[in-house]
């Protein structure tokens, strides 16, 4: 399994120093009931809001007689909130980095800010990696830093 580079490790540090908030793991885990870990919501890098959470689907609800007890049985599903903004940052080095922050956050974003939510998604994907979430293509995210950043519809 690769391993998270020299480089990505120095640029996270880096971007640590300005913004120790932001630079930090975003998707929230847990343990489910029969001890499986997942995704149990996901904040806004910036400002720790949830933008993506387990919520009921309603399709899927089941309810069974159990002698005189009815049991419900509920299914989540990983949904965007309404205050989730996805943001296009066109990168130096090329390409455009894509992200997802809350609607409050996602104007205004200064290039100390894009660099932290840059940084942030890196220190995420060397999350996944070590749980297990597979091998991350870290030369895809090597040499770039942001320059600017658009709103997705
Ligand atoms: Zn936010």
Known sequence: MAKRPAWATKKINDAKK?????VKPFIKRMVSDNGMEIIDKILCPKCDAPIKSLVI??????SQNVGEKVVI?????????PNTQNIRI????????VMTV????SSGL???????????DLVQFGELEKNGGGSVPWYVFEGKKPKGYKLED
């Open 57 to 62: 689907d309603d399709r899927f609800t089941e």
């Open 73 to 81: 049985r509920e299914r989540m599903v990983m949904a965007e909130l």
């Open 102 to 105: 809350c609607k409050s956050c």
């Open 110 to 120: 200064s290039q100390n800010d894009l660099e932290a939510l840059y940084a942030a």
């Open 90 to 97: 066109k990168m130096d080095g090329g390409g455009d980095h």
């Open 18 to 22: 300005k913004n120790p908030k932001v």
